[in-house]
């Protein structure tokens, strides 16, 4: 079966500081990973996704994620952050089967201070 | 503005009544999803559906049954409301079959079931 596990549940972190929330997943199949992140009392947000081809992903705000097969690991990384950046961050995986539905991790909780 | 509409927003409810929570989608997917968030455990899934006119299990159905007559609406229905039902619902939809675009997600429906 495909899981996340999400390493951290809060990560804190002062702003224009680099920041790396880890993921690693378990998947006997092809690996379809992504990263979500939720804000405040609304739902979840695609922030990047891996599917194929380059290791190395990025969003456009700021954020990449690196899929390493060896390691079993997607870690969500940003070189400065910022007081907006602050939320949960989900980490998720495409299934085999459950009509492809993704499993999600239990989430990390990112607080940027000044 | 396209996307997901779910209501209602929140709800108290007594335990033993019958409760619908509604989801409509604009974007003609194809796929839709039904999740449950609790604090620690992440995002679980329900039920999804693949297309119109088809429906299936998730990893936490049990309590809880759903319907795709259309495209557009995915009723999530309770039965008879238990306290450990509690929790915010997520609907989502993909334009994928295969889950690979990522979701689109609702601003969830928080119940609280007394």
């Known amino acids: 079966a495909q899981s996340v596990t999400q390493l951290d549940s809060q990560v804190p972190v002062f702003e224009e500081a680099p920041v790396e929330l880890r993921c690693n997943y378990s998947?006997?199949?092809?690996?379809?990973l992504f990263w979500y992140v939720q804000y405040p009392n609304q739902g979840l947000q695609l922030l990047l996704k891996?599917?194929?081809?380059?290791?190395l992903v990025e969003s456009i705000n700021g954020f990449e994620a690196e899929f390493n097969k060896s390691q079993t690991s997607f870690h969500l990384r940003k070189p400065s952050v910022h007081i907006s950046d602050t939320a949960e961050y989900f980490c998720a995986v495409r299934r085999s089967n459950s009509g492809y539905a993704l499993n999600f991790g239990k989430g990390t909780s990112l607080l940027v201070t000044p | 503005i396209a996307g997901i509409t779910q209501a209602p927003t929140s709800q108290i409810l007594a335990a033993g009544r019958r409760m619908t929570l509604r989801c409509t989608q604009d974007?003609?997917?194809?796929?839709m999803y039904w999740y449950r968030q609790d604090l620690g455990l992440g995002l679980r899934l329900i039920h999804y559906?693949?297309?119109?006119?088809?429906?299936g299990k998730g990893e936490v159905p049990d309590g809880y049954s759903v319907s795709r007559a259309n495209t557009d609406d995915f009723p999530l229905t309770l039965a008879s409301a238990v306290p450990s039902q509690t929790s915010v619902y997520f609907c989502a939809s993909s334009d994928s079959p295969t889950g690979n675009y990522g979701y689109t997600f609702g601003s969830g429906t928080r119940l609280t079931v007394v």
């Open positions: 891996y599917l194929s081809g380059s290791t």
């Open positions: 559906s693949n297309t119109a006119g088809t429906t």
């Open positions: 998947s006997s199949v092809s690996v379809y």
């Open positions: 974007m003609r997917h194809n796929a």
